[in-house]
């Protein structure tokens, strides 16, 4: 089976694949000072809750935008699983698809993933957006070649910066407002979260516009990230929302490599 490790800024995801299934699934704060030891009795003991052991770990593949927390992820790799970790852009495992944007080497790990994943999975002109730390927003047209993209602060970022910045505002729940679609608020906490939900929406409805007339083709809509799911009832600009998408994505290099080798 396949250790598949996405380190983001916020969570870590730990996934088990076995032939691009998806046994189990977990995710831990991101911290770079968090030690392969430390990493590995957290993990060990989620392990035998799903029935599975150490031991049947063959390989680990590993995408990562936080450099500084990618060398106990390998620690982690060769001490506990006794393998080495294969990281996602980086040889034997490069993306393999044309990076037609200014500076290449700056694209984020997740971003080229996620493009890889989703031009095997659905294939045409993409724009796909993930709900993260910052929200992402990337094009990729009919031959999987990565255009280019939008990023923008992610909708947790929007709201810590709302309520940071503004001292009598208090902190409110990131949910569809409970007056349904109006957006006349009639208290703070109404106001709050019509600016932020519906706000939101707003913006991510407006930039799919502007880029599907950019690139003047049918352009498919892929959503991932931990907050699609909270949008996808209240838009109608996704066509569809892959939750593990990333996670598609390093089982589909790991795949390659192998293939390859």
Avoid: C
């Amino acid at each position: 089976m396949l250790l598949a490790i996405d380190a983001g800024n916020t969570n870590v995801v730990f996934a088990v694949l076995e032939h691009r299934r998806i046994v189990a699934r977990w995710r831990i704060a991101t911290d770079p000072r968090r030690t392969a030891d430390e990493y590995a009795v957290w993990l060990s003991q989620l392990l035998q809750l799903e029935g599975l052991s150490r031991e049947a770990i063959s390989g680990v593949i590993v995408a990562t935008v936080v450099p500084r927390a990618l060398h106990n992820l390998q620690v982690l790799a060769t001490k506990y699983f006794k393998t080495e970790a294969l990281i996602a852009g980086r040889a034997p495992v490069e993306w393999g698809i044309a990076l037609d944007v200014d500076e290449p080497q700056s694209l984020g790990a997740d971003r080229a993933v996620n493009t890889i994943a989703a031009h095997a999975l659905h294939g045409g002109d993409l724009i796909v957006i993930d709900f993260g730390t910052a929200t992402t927003f990337d094009v990729s047209d009919y031959r999987g070649a990565y255009k280019g993209g939008i990023i923008a602060p992610g909708l947790n970022l929007s709201l810590d910066a709302l309520v940071t910045a503004a001292a009598k505002l208090p902190r409110v729940a990131i949910e569809a407002p409970k007056n349904g679609s109006s957006v006349i608020g009639t208290n703070t906490v109404d106001q709050m979260q019509i600016g932020i939900f519906w706000g939101y929406i707003a913006l991510v409805e407006g930039l799919v516009a502007r880029l599907k007339q950019e690139v003047g083709r049918p352009t498919k809509v892929i959503a991932t990230g931990g907050l699609a799911a909270l949008l996808q009832d209240h838009t109608a600009v996704f066509d569809t929302v892959e939750p593990d998408l990333t996670i598609q994505g390093l089982a589909m290099l790991w795949e390659r490599a192998h293939i390859a080798g």
